[in-house]
């Protein structure tokens, strides 16, 4: 279970509290606002912890983000409580890759609600690209969000994920459809917690999205793609990164983080 009055407390959320619709769309957008992406710990070989009271703890206590097992176990618990009927996915992540790169293994998560009879694809914990609304799992429909229009593809037995973008539309990761049990997950975790190819062992990132902006780091490669606007980019010292850690991305910097700040204005 999760305690509700905390974590709508996080997201800022006050609306009703019934599996309906709109619920569902008000909480997908709040969330990724309210609640940043990042794997910091990653990078400081602490490991990463999926059971429902280390998550809790982390990022709805500790004022702290997370990666996709955290955000997504996190809300798939939330719309449980409120009576939605919920499966959780799982993805191959084809974000910034070549076409011909093999496949990659499942650690993603992604879900799957019924919502007044229908069923939609929900995700929270996607970094830069997030959604931050539910889409119909409908295949070939293109759906527009506030920030980005998404469709998705059969391939094989799997959905694609597509965004379009400036380049036209770019795969985010193939979700497979057969529900998947928590030891899945704990699996998926370790490997992209701990495994020396693991991106999340090398990169220094966090992402944010809210109603105005998408907010996002690499290194020290602060980006800002305004809602209808122009993006722009900036290049920050130590200093720079670690007060958009703050400000921006809302986390509370910790001593402990400053040699991987300092090591990221360096990549």
Not at 66 to 83: K, P, T
Not at 134 to 160: A, F, I, K, M, S
Not at 206 to 225: D, K, M, V
Request: aromatic letters at 8%; proline letters at 8%.
């Amino acid at each position: 279970m999760v305690d509700l009055d905390a974590y709508f407390a996080r997201i800022g959320y006050q609306g009703p509290r019934e599996p309906t619709l709109a619920v569902l769309r008000s909480l997908h957008a709040l969330h990724p606002a309210a609640i940043p992406f990042e794997a910091i710990d990653c990078l400081l070989d602490r490991g990463i912890d999926i059971a429902p009271e280390a998550v809790d703890a982390k990022l709805i206590h500790g004022g702290r983000g997370g990666y996709c097992f955290e955000h997504n176990g996190l809300f798939r618990r939330v719309l449980a409580a409120l009576g939605f009927e919920v499966e959780g996915l799982a993805a191959r992540v084809r974000w910034n890759m070549p076409d011909d790169v093999p496949p990659q293994p499942r650690t993603h998560m992604v879900l799957k609600v019924l919502a007044e009879g229908e069923p939609w694809m929900v995700d929270v914990g996607f970094g830069g690209c997030v959604l931050t609304a539910p889409l119909r799992l409908e295949p070939g429909l293109e759906q527009q969000t506030d920030h980005d229009r998404y469709r998705l593809t059969p391939v094989g037995e799997d959905l694609r994920l597509e965004v379009l973008r400036e380049a036209g539309w770019v795969p985010a990761y193939d979700i497979g459809l057969s529900p998947c049990v928590q030891r899945d997950y704990e699996m998926a975790n370790w490997f992209t917690s701990t495994h020396p190819t693991s991106h999340f062992r090398h990169n220094l990132l966090a992402a944010r999205t809210t109603p105005e902006a998408r907010y996002g780091l690499l290194f020290n490669r602060f980006t800002i793609r305004p809602r209808g606007g122009e993006t722009a980019h900036e290049m920050l010292d130590a200093a720079g990164i670690e007060r958009v850690l703050r400000e921006v991305f809302k986390l509370p910097v910790e001593p402990e983080w400053r040699p991987i700040i300092e090591a990221a204005v360096n990549r």
